[in-house]
């Protein structure tokens, strides 16, 4: 399954879009990006996935380059309950599904 | 529907001791798999489970060894502590053939070894 890379963390205020990035250069054509994030004391809560086409859910946006080589995950109304680390992972569908690879993930920080 | 639901949420161990933790998956789930995390980092695979028995592991030692019962329920063991093991241990189920990687997790047990 193809690395990603993000920045250890960045902060949003409260109420503003929380713009996440993610670099997935290797990634392979039968591979989608996830996004996960996790609260502080709790297990990683789902939000996204995504194959080519941008999606959006009841939780947040993923925005996918057209070479798929990165992503960007958006939190359009950002609020302190949103602070948490945030982790992009490639992975095939189909695939291992219980096997995600997290990273070190953002850590991100709305403020008031 | 109810969540995934872990025991114990804390416990205290000292060095080669063993420690079994317990997970009972969402409703309508079929796997299991089980991640260890240690302070500032993301979570890593030790195992998963379907139809109770072992299809995939990570780099972990034979020490760490699981169950899987009809029930879809999960037990994780680790036999002969070692100060390493200090970890958060998070339990996820999810639904073999739906295709997606549609992870549910508990709030994890948090384990201290001595």
């Known amino acids: 399954d193809a690395k990603t890379t993000q920045p250890p963390s960045m902060d949003c205020a409260e109420g503003r879009a929380a713009n996440l990035p993610c670099n997935h250069s290797?990634?392979?054509?039968?591979?989608?990006v996830y996004w996960y994030r996790q609260i502080h004391s709790q297990g990683p809560q789902y939000i996204i996935h995504g194959l080519k086409n941008n999606e959006t859910n009841e939780m947040a946006s993923l925005i996918i380059t057209e070479d798929r080589k990165s992503s960007t995950l958006i939190l359009p109304h950002a609020t302190l309950r949103d602070t948490a680390v945030y982790y992009c992972i490639v992975i095939r569908y189909g695939g291992s599904q219980g096997n995600l690879i997290f990273g070190k993930g953002t850590k991100l920080s709305v403020k008031p | 529907e109810t969540g995934v639901t872990q025991s114990p949420t804390h416990l205290i161990k000292t060095r080669g001791q063993q420690v079994t933790l317990r997970c009972s998956s969402q409703?309508?789930?079929?796997?299991v798999s089980w991640y260890q995390q240690a302070l500032g980092q993301g979570p890593q695979f030790i195992f998963q489970y379907y139809r109770e028995e072992e299809n995939g592991r990570g780099n972990f030692p034979p020490r760490f060894s699981g169950l899987q019962f009809p029930n879809y329920s999960s037990e994780l063991n680790v036999n002969a502590l070692e100060l390493d093991d200090s970890a958060l241990y998070l339990c996820?189920?999810?639904?073999?053939?739906?295709?997606?990687?549609?992870?549910?997790f508990g709030a994890g047990s948090r384990l201290t070894v001595l």
């Open positions: 290797t990634i392979s054509g039968n591979e989608y």
């Open positions: 409703s309508g789930h079929n796997t």
């Open positions: 996820a189920s999810s639904f073999e053939g739906s295709g997606a990687n549609v992870l549910t």
